[in-house]
């Protein structure tokens, strides 16, 4: 049935130039809704031997607030003007709207609105909020008076905004024979039922940079060669994704860690042992190696393999912590370990002294001799609060240092040092102080510790009071040159 009555009529006699723009168009509810109206409401000629079809660029689903562009097409041979109407409807109840629809730019179609209680209609390219239901049909133009066999129709529909379960698409056309009466045209009915396509999958988490490696060094002397056993510095981007340094229950056995919340360090292929992480910086324990010269070295990042970075390797590395440039960490010689927050982690610090202990290297030092002094040896002044001497000729200075290389017995990489017996260096250092060559007492590595070694030497004498260069010798292998040890007669 249409729904043309008394208030449509009274709102288009009110609108003269509406009526003229949409007098083709048929009333709103022609398009076989269950309970409304269809084209055969008006039209007859009985069945024809064309149809009705609907091309839905998605298939047969809909992505919930995505516009499709549709077309409809009416085929009929005999016939040779055109029309038709389409609504859509939630499935779950017919009598409330799916989406909206917008008419083409050709202006072969319109819209026309009107309230569930089909009331009263209005005719445009949007419906009012106080008519909530909304066909899309043809206009004038849109009949295409003379087009033989078929016509098609252009348009857009924007599905709900959310997923309303399934969409029924109702269509009614008329294959019209153009005789401007209602007798001899065919009508074809059509619906289809769309489904809300699957959510489309969240993007995937943007890949992560990789790691960038600019820099390798001795950690305690910035000098670019590495020995096995010795700490090193890599400096770059992208190296960690946390920052922290390794907990004592890492440490199994005595074995150090070889991988900190997923970032692992490879040397010539051999694990490193790791000990600090930092996007732009780790320490670890070189592994032990036979191999000498050309090694490379990779830092991998969670799964994130750094570019391959050459280093040389060396049997050794000499290298002596420094307090502060130029001046090495050094301790009198009746300083002795009387505790330990866990075993150095490859990279040194201010010194402390709470309670009058000495803390250095994360050791807390206190004298062995209770009749004698345990202090730092440097400048006096370089540190508020901490008391700090210079050297006097004939003092044994312990000065503190990685990459000394081998020891007798061999301690392996990556463990710590016992503390059963001395673990001497196999080829002691040559020490000059201020040019003069100074006795090597001991050459240890330091118990509860991995790395970390202890060159006891004496001061010379003869030396003038002030800052006194230290050079150092391993096998023919020099230490970085610049450090200076104070001198007080």
């Known amino acids: 049935m249409t729904r043309v009555n008394k208030s449509i009529i009274a709102v288009i006699a009110s609108a003269p130039i509406l009526l003229f723009a949409y007098a083709e168009g048929p009333d709103a509810g022609v398009a076989g809704v269950p309970g409304e109206a269809s ?249 032990d190696d036979a191999s000498l010269g050309p090694v490379s070295l990779v830092v991998n990042n969670n799964g994130i393999a750094s570019a391959s970075f050459t280093i040389p390797l060396q049997p050794e590395s000499p290298g002596l912590y420094l307090w502060s440039s130029p001046y090495p960490i050094a301790t009198q010689a009746n300083c002795g370990e009387v505790s330990s927050a866990g075993p150095f982690t490859g990279v040194a610090s201010a010194p402390a002294t709470p309670s009058g202990v000495v803390t250095l290297l994360g050791m807390s030092f206190a004298p062995t001799d209770p009749t004698a002094n345990c202090n730092l040896v440097s400048p006096v002044g370089l540190f508020a609060g901490v008391t700090t001497l210079p050297a006097q000729p004939g003092d044994t200075v312990v000065l503190w240092g990685t990459g000394f290389g081998p020891t007798t017995p061999a301690v392996p990489a990556g463990q710590v040092v016992p503390s059963d017996q001395p673990y001497l260096v196999v080829n002691p250092p040559s020490v000059l102080i201020g040019g003069i060559p100074a006795q090597v007492v001991t050459a240890t590595l330091t118990p509860g510790n991995a790395g970390l070694y202890q060159i006891a030497v004496q001061v010379p004498d003869g030396l003038p009071d002030g800052d006194q260069p230290v050079t150092m010798q391993v096998n023919s292998i020099q230490a970085p040159t610049g450090v200076f040890i104070t001198v007080q007669n």
Not at 53 to 67: D, H, M
Not at 68 to 76: A, E, F, G, M, R
Not at 99 to 112: E, I, M, N, V
Request: glycine share 8%.
């Open 39 to 287: 084209c055969t409401a008006c039209h007859s000629g009985g069945s024809g031997s064309g149809n009705v079809a609907v091309t839905f660029p998605g298939g047969l689903t809909y992505t919930p607030g995505v516009a499709q562009h549709l077309v409809v097409t009416v085929t009929d041979s005999a016939q040779r003007r055109w029309g038709f109407q389409m609504t859509a409807r939630q499935s779950s109840n017919s009598k409330v709207m799916a989406g909206t629809f917008k008419p083409g730019s050709d202006g072969f179609t319109q819209l026309a609105c009107t309230q569930t209680t089909f009331q009263t209609e209005s005719f445009g390219t949007s419906c009012p909020a106080s008519m909530p239901l909304q066909y899309i049909e043809h206009t004038t133009k849109g009949t295409q008076s003379g087009v033989r066999n078929s016509a098609s129709f252009q348009f857009d529909w924007t599905p709900p905004a959310t997923d309303v379960g399934s969409v029924v698409v109702y269509v009614a056309a008329n294959a019209a024979n153009g005789d401007n009466n209602t007798t001899g045209d065919h009508i074809y009915l059509q619906r289809y039922t769309l489904a809300a396509a699957a959510p489309a999958p969240p993007p995937p988490p943007p890949t992560p940079p990789s790691p960038s490696i600019t820099s390798v060094m001795n950690a305690a002397s910035s000098d670019p060669s590495v020995a096995s056993g010795a700490w090193v510095t890599i400096t770059g981007s992208n190296l960690a994704n946390s920052s922290r340094s390794w907990r004592n229950e890492e440490i199994v056995n005595g074995q150090l860690p070889t991988q900190l919340d997923g970032v692992s360090v490879t040397i010539d292929g051999n694990p490193a042992f790791v000990s600090a992480i930092d996007p732009s910086r780790i320490t670890v324990q070189a592994p």
